[in-house]
């Protein structure tokens, strides 16, 4: 099975490197999140969401408590949207309310709105969390998509951004889009030590995570955009899925990712477990008391002691030694 994210296109980067960013936008971004926040278009309570740390393995992971994922769930078919004839994301590039108006972007937003639809995110797990869409329905991330969003966390002031696919847990994988927000990620203070290289890229591989973990931190954004497409092209030869990060520094962290269910357990690890963020749900309950929903998840949060988490993490992302990538010609030294 293949889980394609990024086409290869034969297009020369460069004249795409000059565009700018105006210091605005982040400021402008979240000031309409923040409204849509107190008009309750966007649900979220950031005084009721709260941290603790939890133990994954060698790695200092977070257990995180949402409570407005109850509203989320009482909201949604907790079947998720097998079955739907129309894409819910094309729908939300269509519908104006869902959108983010962004006027004093720079070169670099007015090129970038051409080819996404900044969007809010309704049901948000992380601080200032929207997500830049697609305006194209297509599963594949372009070279010059790639560019675009390291160019964007580069200079926009976001903390983070992240991308999931098929077979790593997303929900709707057919429809490419990625997730920007304004807090880090476990994963992302992860050090990490050369193994070898891709394109001329130095590949490095994240210390203390309980899975290989691959990070592109070297060269210009567009060799790094170039050895990530070449990266997941090769993965997907030997049937590996991939969630990817993106830091303000446009570093690229890529977790390897062999399914999207443990075997152990019957909850999905999406793009926070697989950052160490572990956010309870309740995918297993067909309740919509609101009051018997949030019981459920604070119970879940306060009993979670990070070892299922671990484990989680174990039986979903690769293994193996990265001796493996070498031998199979991944990366190379």
Partial sequence: MK????????????????????????????????RAIVEGEVNWDDSGTIDRTIPLGQMRGIARYVPTFVIRHIAYD???FAGRSTCTLCELVRSS????????????LDHMQRVFAPCFNHYPYLRGQFSLVLREHRSLFSEIDISLI?????????????????????TLPDHAHVSIFNETLPILKLESTNIGFIQGVGVERCERYPGVVLVLAHGDIHSRA????????????????YNLYIDSKAR????????????????????????GMYIPYFEDSNSKDAQVLQELMRSR???????????????????DDPQWLLDRGICTW
């Fill in 252 to 275: 690229v962290v890529v977790v390897l990712r062999v399914r999207s269910h443990p075997i152990s357990y019957q909850v999905k690890v999406g793009t926070t477990t697989a950052a």
């Fill in 78 to 80: 907790p079947s998720g």
């Fill in 150 to 170: 390291m160019q964007f966390m580069l200079s926009s002031g976001f903390v983070a951004a992240s991308i999931q696919i098929r077979g790593s847990g997303a």
């Fill in 97 to 108: 309310p869902n959108r983010l108006i962004i006027s004093s972007g720079g070169s670099l």
């Fill in 226 to 241: 170039v050895a990530l497409t070449v990266l997941c092209r090769r993965l997907e030869r030997h049937s590996l899925s």
């Fill in 301 to 319: 949060w306060l009993c979670t002691n990070g070892l299922e988490v671990a484990t989680s993490l174990r039986e979903t992302v690769f293994q």
């Fill in 3 to 34: 889980w394609p994210l990024i086409c290869n296109l034969n297009v020369n980067l460069a004249g795409h490197m000059t565009y700018s960013l105006t210091p605005r936008v982040k400021e402008e971004i979240l000031s309409q999140i923040n």
